[in-house]
């Protein structure tokens, strides 16, 4: 189908390299990249589009130790099913998920409120603690993960809460520019 | 999804990285359970969290969030080194053996041509090696250090297992542990599939953690195969009928690439984008961009796109830059954009970096949202406490909020994560004066049409001239809306002589008949067996249902394959033939339909087994 007429290995049209290199997220945790530690302009991707501000808004390990992602779970669709007053009696109020580890190291309990913080703004919510996330040694060092579902807001039926995207960051992929939403910094203590 | 749904019973083994198809896609992942249940296909689940997927998981491994493509490509080096890869499939469907140029080259985090100051690449560097026959250079036993095989083999060394598992987290053995269950895919009897979701689109590097893994699957050789491919579970109902109708601003209709401020003529536009062939008796499926895109714009503008005006290429919009929705909110933060109709999408919510989209919200002269619900974006100027702390008194955007039905309130389709369009009719009324978003866009279409007819303005043909054919132009019917997307023949075709004998066609009888288009390609197509001498000798009736009705092919199916047989072996015709025929039936003499000896062997050809969708016009005059 296409001019080769044969599956590519070898891509001239992606933006960032005709193979796959691995870059760190925008903020990330680790700080270097460990496929090129002495490369700081390598460390993310070097092709991604970054605007004027955004490359100042994003954290760094210093201040946001925490690599933080988002995700959705079954009771809701995106931000419509909160309108709904079945899903709201489901899955009722906005929450944050870490391990327990990072839980026992921060003071926390399960159920306290607690505060996530990026660079760009904080989500207040009631902290689940779970042994689903596990902290992984990552180059020598321990990295806790952050837990943010996305589905609450300040209109619907579901109590309030904030917008998970408050902390996101304005990057995307230097291809599609899909934005990062899945890996970017935080910090978290409680409210 | 380069699968289906369904084929995920058909796996050795299920990877789920960049997804939670138990939890985010309850119903489709019992094709994972029925796959465990039935076929003892194993699972693997590689992510952050421990999910519900990974709690029904055969082995699971856990990662840092973003870094999949460290981890893929420590599988890409394991399956080189220890040599899992399905050789033969490589060396037949990948670019494996091309040559890459000389000056190409990956050096401490970049690839040749980087310029920091465009934060972009010069790709003059990159690219196959050209022989003078106009087709790329190759070793077929996968030696030359600047093949790609080998140069991949290289650039994947350096993810040893101690690299990966310092970069992702994940414990070398885990990791090791996945990258030998893959590899055992490479079997030429196993398969596997991997199932994702925006746990790998939604990156910075979200493009190539896809394409890393699509790699994998080529070395394994589980693309194109039953249980295997890459299958991307799409997550709102109907995001894939999002992208498939356009509404991405770098595309026109049917995924063809939007024209730029460059492609200032028909011609530049058509070169930058028709593709030619770099192997011998290859095709490059884009050699046919012209066509498609004529295509579109007769659909567009009818009789007003004439080979004279260009196809009315002129009128098409000319991209100045980047409209995605980062850039979209980039513009309003700098001011640069003045009004935003805002239809289907919550972009405050679903947006990165709230404050940055509030602050430029907070710069639109007027916004027009479009939706079923209340959403924070129609309500960004209004303050909710911490939820959403801004000053209304400071905030000049006019927000016009227009209510719109919602899905079961409108009749349509829905296209899943496998392609199927489904069509779905109206439940209820939509409350109160809500509108389907249709009608909205119709009658704002028709306003703009009429102040253009009464005022004037610069370019008033492309709004003028544009096709709209309802029969209630304010209010488009929706089976009206698809019978114009699946297009329509604005002339008859005929499929083209075999060059082999060319006389076929007139040996017919078919030709004097007023036949449909898929008995005249059945024609050519069946007459070039018969030409060959491989199935001359049957001398078997038609084939007749009960009906009277002759059985010829699906149009479609007659039209492709005869398109698509040129040049090719005929051998698959006869085979076709030899499936066993319907028996006539009683009362109706072959002889009568099918005089002459030519189109007897036509009829056999044609191939029986394909259902018959209705009586063509030749069954007419046999009844």
Known sequence: MNPEGVARFYAVAMNEGPFPEHYEPFETPVGVNLMCPTNPKAVSNPAARVYKGDMEAFGKKEEFPYAATTYRLTEHLHFWTKHSRSNAITQPAPFVEIGEELAREKGIRQGDRVKVKSNRGEVIAACVVTKRMKALEVNGKKVHHVGIPIHWGFKGVTQNGYLANALTPFVGDANSQTPEYKAFLVNIEKA | MTNSWTDIKNTDLVLIMGGNAA????????????????????????????????????????????????????VINYLLINNKIHLDYVKLNTDASFLVKDEFGFDNGFFTGYNEGSRSYNKASWGYQMGPDGFVKTDDTLQDPQCVFQLMKKHFSRYTPEMVSKITGTPKDQFLKVAEMLGETSAPNKVMTILYALGWTQHSVGSQNIRTMAMIQLLLGNMGRPGGGVNALRGHANVQGITDMCALPENLSGYMSAPTDTDDTREKYMAARTGKAIRPNQMAFTQNFPKWHTSLMKAYYGNAATKENDFAYDWLPKRDGAYDVLAMFELMHQGKMNGFLCQGFNPLAAVPNKKKLSAGLSKLKYMVVFDPLETETSEFWKNFGPLNDVDPAKIRTEVFRLPTSCFAEETGTFTNSSRVISWKEKAVDPPGQSKADSEIIS?????????????????PEPIAALTWNYS??????????????????????????????????VQSRWRQAPSSRASRSCVTMAARPAATGSIAARSAPPAISRNGAIRATRPGWAYSRAGASHGQPTAGFSTTAQAPMPRASPGIRPESIWPGTAAGRVAQTCPTSAPMPRPNRMSGRSS
């Open chain 2, 23 to 74: 939890e985010a896609h309850p119903c489709g992942f019992k094709w994972v359970t029925e796959a465990q249940q039935h076929r003892k296909a194993k699972l693997i689940v590689v992510d952050p969290r421990f999910t519900r997927s990974a709690a029904v998981a055969d082995y699971y491994a856990p990662i840092r969030v973003g870094t999949d493509i460290a981890f893929l490509a420590g």
């Open chain 2, 443 to 459: 009658r704002l279409f028709m306003k703009l049409r009429e102040l253009y007819a009464k005022d004037g303005g610069k370019l």
């Open chain 2, 472 to 505: 209630n132009p304010s209010a488009p019917a929706p089976d009206e809306v698809l019978r114009e997307i699946n297009g329509r023949a604005l002339v008859n075709l005929l499929a083209p002589p075999d060059p082999k004998n060319p006389d076929a066609r």
